[in-house]
């Protein structure tokens, strides 16, 4: 759904690619910085409970996934191992968003059910990627679902920043349990899509 910004965002973000390329900067470095910074954040404020303060930091990081694509292609450095240095470093980005809201559940939360909410996320996010990757090492495609990565990031990112701007703590609760049903859906919905190739080669 969100990819169709791309776009939008893309032409926001070339002036600040085009910098860093002259300064010297490469497309990987920026990968790392980014994926540093969105860790740092998530897992520092999150189980502080200071989690407006903590969206504003990952956001800000979360940007350099679109720079450092910018960046490769317009230096003429796209490859196969930026790709896979890129979506590697995005798992452990989301991992440690996630893994923010179960450490806060885990401790000062003290809410064992949301614990295991926000563990599923995790998990859920991470098997929708594998369903994808691992289908398309076999030759099909698993793409879409009713909750590809931008959305689950963008959704919990949001609510979670307002639920701590606002003191509603009821709003990362709904899109914790949201996402979780689609996360599990999603994957679902994968394994359909591999099924049904796999048994039209068959």
Do not use: H, N
């Amino acid at each position: 759904m969100l990819e169709r910004f791309r776009e939008t965002w893309a032409k926001i973000m070339t002036p600040i690619a085009d910098l860093l390329l002259r300064l010297g900067v490469s497309p990987d470095a920026v990968t790392f910085v980014g994926t540093l910074g969105v860790t740092a954040g998530a897992l520092w404020f999150f189980p502080r409970g200071e989690f407006f303060v903590g969206v504003l930091v990952v956001t800000a990081f979360v940007f350099s996934d679109m720079v450092d694509g910018l960046m490769a292609r317009k230096s003429g450095r796209s490859s196969a191992w930026g790709a896979f240095l890129d979506s590697t470093l995005d798992r452990i980005g989301d991992a440690a968003v996630f893994g923010g809201l179960v450490l806060w559940y885990a401790g000062e939360g003290d809410d064992l059910l949301m614990t295991s909410v926000a563990l599923w996320c995790l998990v859920g996010g991470q098997l929708t990627s594998y369903a994808r990757a691992r289908a398309e090492a076999l030759g099909m495609e698993a793409k879409g679902g009713i909750a590809e990565r931008s959305d689950r990031l963008v959704a919990v990112l949001v609510m979670t920043g307002l639920s701590g701007l606002f003191d509603l703590p009821v709003l990362r609760t709904i899109v914790l349990w949201a996402l979780a049903v689609a996360s599990t859906i999603t994957v679902v919905q994968r394994i359909l899509m591999v099924r049904r190739q796999s048994l039209a080669e068959a």
